[in-house]
T-cell receptor, first 115, second 117 residues
Framework: GAGVSQSPSNKVTEKGKDVELRCDPI?????LYWYRQSLGQGLEFLIY????????KSGLPSDRFSAERTGGSVSTLTIQRTQQEDSAVYLC?????????????FGDGTRLSIL | GNSVTQMEGPVTLSEEAFLTINCTYT??????LFWYVQYPGEGLQLLLK?????DKGSNKGFEATYRKETTSFHLEKGSVQVSDSAVYFC????????????????FGQGTILTVHP
């Protein structure tokens, strides 16, 4: 079966532009997560979804970041007015349920570079 | 809040050597514990997990035991191969006693392992 799919795999954009990152989770997985991997901060949690609902948005770094999920499936992470400090690898993961015992399965990530 | 501390790398070993990567954690209640591996140019892959105290997770010759008394989850392998060269991440998923950390992964900083022939 297919794993978690993310697109694009690489994105280079100019400072100030908006970007949209896409995540297609494993079929049947109700929970979806976004993380960010950067040299300075390591791996950090951004946001999670249970179905289409995001109960906790406190991990988003600023109000320039937003995310949505539709149909209990595909999710998009949008960064508005990008800044150089947004450069990182954005990882998406999904799990069967939102439960501490359920392993999260990761996609290959989107490498975002802000010029 | 929750935190995970891994031994600093990089770790360089010869093929067939014994591997230990130390991992300790701080968390409220009983979290689940995981080891993830990231091979060069690839995404994070789940290596093994343990969900309660004294559980042993194992996969591909790697093992780790959930030690509540020492809050540790050290990764071991008896004989490493060149193909094991990767970055290894220890992570925890918070329990309900941990409040808003429930279900979210907190990662260690990662340990780079290089195995030479």
């Amino acid at each position: 079966g297919a794993g978690v799919s993310q697109s694009p795999s690489n994105k280079v954009t100019e400072k100030g532009k908006d970007v949209e990152l896409r995540c297609d989770p494993i079929s049947g997985h109700t929970a979806l997560y976004w993380y960010r991997q950067s040299l300075g901060q390591g791996l950090e949690f951004l946001i999670y979804f249970q179905g289409n609902s995001a109960p906790d948005k406190s991990g988003l770094p600023s109000d320039r970041f937003s995310a949505e999920r539709t149909g209990g499936s595909v999710s998009t992470l949008t960064i508005q007015r990008t800044q150089q400090e947004d450069s990182a690898v954005y990882l998406c993961a999904s799990s069967l349920a939102y439960d501490r015992a359920q392993p999260q399965h990761f996609g290959d990530g989107t490498r975002l570079s802000i010029l | 809040g929750n935190s995970v501390t891994q031994m600093e790398g990089p770790v360089t070993l010869s093929e067939e050597a014994f591997l230990t990567i130390n991992c300790t954690y701080t968390a409220t209640g009983y979290p689940s514990l995981f080891w993830y591996v990231q091979y060069p140019g690839e995404g994070l892959q789940l290596l093994l997990k343990a969900t309660k105290a004294d559980d042993k997770g194992s996969n591909k010759g790697f093992e780790a035991t959930y030690r509540k008394e020492t809050t540790s989850f050290h990764l071991e392998k008896g004989s490493v191969q060149v193909s094991d060269s990767a970055v290894y991440f220890c992570a925890l998923s918070g329990s309900r006693a941990g409040g808003t950390s429930y279900g979210k992964l907190t990662f260690g900083q990662g340990t780079i392992l290089t195995v030479h022939p």
